[in-house]
């Protein structure tokens, strides 16, 4: 079973900074076009930032000039670089493969904007 380990999400103001990252001990994310996805309570899951394996990057026009995806294939690692965070930004943060995301998700790291 194929186990997506997200980290670094907490509790900030608006305005502040958080760093994700998520990495796999089993899986190697080399091959593979990444993503970072969140969802909020009462909301669907949805796709915030995507680096390609040439690592082109994309992202939804709510987080663009904000945040920053990025990955070391070397580390097997894919971090999200969140600045400015905003209220809706609140949500769990979920990191998979952007095309054919593994059935099984991680836990999750948990993000709060607040004052």
Known sequence: ????????????????????????????????????????????????????????????????????ISRDNDRNTVDLQMNDLKPEDTAVYYCNRKDFPFSTWGQGTQVTVSR
């Open 1 to 68: 079973q194929v186990q997506i380990v997200e980290s670094g999400g907490g509790s900030v103001q608006p305005g502040g900074s958080l760093r994700l990252s998520c990495t796999s001990t089993q899986i190697s994310f080399r091959f593979s076009n990444m993503a970072w996805y969140r969802q909020a309570p009462g909301n669907e899951r949805e796709l915030v930032a995507a680096i390609s394996r040439d690592r082109l990057t994309d992202y939804v026009d709510s987080v663009k000039g904000r945040f920053t």
